[in-house]
């Protein structure tokens, strides 16, 4: 198969940094968006490690006899360790965390997509829009069991505490799964500061609207920051095409 991709970064219209992060592997090999916490500078801190030691571990052993679940998941772990270990050089550092969304493209194994928190993973497919993630966030887990609907979520006081992030000697799993991918998908990876301004029915808009995946790249991010743009705002595409 073939990949187009992008991706962009916006801080929004509050916040005066920008703690998200995110990589395109210029092969297409892999992508990832972490959003990170911890005051003003350990959330940066927190989602550039994140991106820097998934994108060294994947690239380092790429070509390695690792099964690619096993070889995404270690990225994973690997960016939990140098975080911590960050805390532990920088002590006032030592409340940041980052969620983190990455997926995969090593054939001829099929794509897999790992999380951790509630950045999140969309696929698009024939103007049907699903959420391939499941948050770990206190809410997600009330909507699931029915305390709680999707629409109470949206505004309750405790709909951004995460139940799991990298940064915590207590992460105990990483979710890794396949992905169901065919020609004419699209991906989208994004931080909460896109999901917690714009509904499914105008994600997909945006998707929809845009052939060019740059202009549907900005066209999500600006609709966002027209709802508040509230936190930093990050979205990585991708258009799967069959090859030529």
Excluded at 38 to 51: D, F, K, P, Q, V
Excluded at 205 to 224: N, P, R, T, W, Y
Aim: charged share 25%.
């Amino acid at each position: 198969m073939k990949l187009n991709f992008t991706g962009s970064t916006d801080p929004g219209l509050i916040r005066s940094n920008n703690q998200d992060a995110y990589y395109i592997d210029p092969e297409g090999r892999f992508f990832i968006v972490a959003d990170g916490m911890g005051g003003h500078a350990g959330g940066e801190e927190a989602s550039r490690i994140a991106t820097q030691e998934i994108k060294a571990y994947l690239s380092a052993n790429w070509q390695s006899s690792q099964p690619a679940p096993e070889l995404l998941e270690q990225a994973l772990w690997a960016a939990n360790k140098a975080i911590l270990q960050d805390q532990q050089n920088h002590p006032q550092r030592a409340d940041m965390g980052t969620t983190v969304v990455a997926v995969v493209f090593r054939s001829p194994e099929p794509p897999l997509c790992a999380h951790v928190g509630d950045s999140r993973l969309y696929r698009l497919r024939e103007s049907q829009l699903e959420q391939i993630t499941e948050d770990h966030t206190w809410i997600a887990r009330a909507i699931k069991i029915g305390d709680l609907s999707a629409q109470e979520a949206r505004l309750h006081p405790y709909r951004h505490v995460l139940s799991r992030c990298l940064g915590r000697e207590d992460l105990h799993h990483v979710d890794v799964q396949p992905l169901d991918i065919k020609s004419g998908d699209r991906l989208l990876l994004c931080s909460d500061g896109l999901t917690e301004e714009l509904v499914e029915q105008k994600i997909k808009s945006c998707l929809e609207d845009f052939s060019v995946l740059d202009k549907a790249a900005f066209s999500l991010i600006e609709a966002a920051k027209e709802q508040g743009g509230h936190d930093n705002i990050t979205v990585v595409l991708v258009a799967v095409e069959e090859n030529s």
